[in-house]
């Protein structure tokens, strides 16, 4: 039985089939390299179009144009405020509140390391003994310089600090030291004869939602336990923030001690405390420096 292949086919049908298979597969790679990735696309367009529906539906704002523009021209004088008329916006009042906070930072960092950056990346284990060493000397004499840790240095859950985490942490140490001692203050020590003083772990601040995002403020927190009294407490606690230094106080505890013998017909009054406070520093590490404090506006300039 005589059976036809495409051979056997006229010349033109055979071209024609060519044509139509032809088509055919430029129709399939155009939807398998244009069409399909466009859809794709635009589904997840809708998507994350719904998702900002519900969310703005949830913030309860106006959903008219004119309200809602109204709504926008206030929250950007909000942010922004009016600086010709001498009105400091949030943008403003928070680039001089961070300014404030990592004033204690700023100034060691850039009489040490320039900037930021280069702190972060440039310090070294050298730099960290040879502050640690001055710090214990000027205010530990009698411990062993052999010992391995001061102030909870030690590695946290098994895991090695960074080397310049390990440095702000001791030029916080510092800082409180030094103003307590400027205070009259004494550093309490333990019953084995250990200071009562250690750094805490370092918090970090974030705006993501992720809790991998980026940080843009870190604390470096210090725990300390100091004794003297409520005079000098009060004369530390005021040299804790000025234009030079922000160590803001974030706990405190006080416990005061009868006096040794009461005497009758004398005040007896409580005249030893030891006061429990915990202080914090905070640095801003992706910045390459601290931004610098907002001008004032010149009043005596007219305005144009």
């Known amino acids: 039985m005589f059976h036809p292949t495409a051979n056997d086919w006229p010349a033109p049908h055979r071209t024609l089939a ?35 529906k519900a969310k703005f539906h949830t913030l309860s704002l106006p959903s008219e144009p004119i309200r809602l523009k109204e709504h926008l021209l ?28 990592t004033s204690s930072f700023s100034r060691k960092i850039r009489e040490n390391y320039q900037d ?42 098994g895991q090695e600090q ?14 409180i030291l030094q103003k307590s001692r400027a205070a009259g203050l004494r550093l309490a020590t333990q019953e084995d004869g250990t200071v009562k003083i250690a750094a805490d772990s370092v918090i970090a601040y974030t705006l993501s939602d992720k809790k991998d995002g980026p940080c843009f403020l870190l604390e470096f927190p210090i ?5 003297g009294t409520l005079d000098q407490f009060l004369a530390f606690a005021a040299s804790l923030q000025n234009p030079d230094s922000c160590l803001p106080l974030k706990r405190l505890s006080i416990r005061t001690f009868p006096p040794d013998a009461l005497l009758a017909g004398n005040a007896n009054a409580v005249d030893l405390c030891l006061f429990t406070i915990q202080c914090s520093a905070f640095m801003m590490p992706q910045a390459s420096d601290s931004p610098p404090p907002p001008e004032e506006p010149d009043e005596s300039t007219p305005e144009k």
Not at 21 to 49: D, F, R, T
Not at 81 to 96: I, K, N, V
Not at 142 to 150: N, Q, V
């Open 74 to 101: 206030a929250a950007n004088f909000l942010l922004e405020g009016a600086p010709q008329e001498g009105l400091p916006g949030l943008r403003r009042a928070s680039d001089s509140a961070l300014s404030f906070a």
């Open 116 to 157: 930021t950056l280069a702190f972060i990346y440039g310090a070294t284990r050298l730099d960290y003994k040879d502050l640690h060493n001055r710090v214990a000397a000027e205010f530990l004499p009698d411990a062993s310089p052999l010992e391995k840790t001061y102030f909870g240095l030690e590695a946290e859950d």
């Open 162 to 175: 960074p080397v310049w985490q390990m440095i702000a942490k001791l030029w916080t140490i510092q800082d």
């Open 223 to 227: 725990n300390a336990t100091f004794s």
């Open 18 to 52: 060519f044509l139509c298979l032809s088509i055919l597969a430029l129709l399939l790679l155009g939807y398998a390299l244009y069409l399909h990735p466009k859809k794709a696309a635009l589904e997840q367009q809708k998507k994350v179009l719904a998702e900002q």
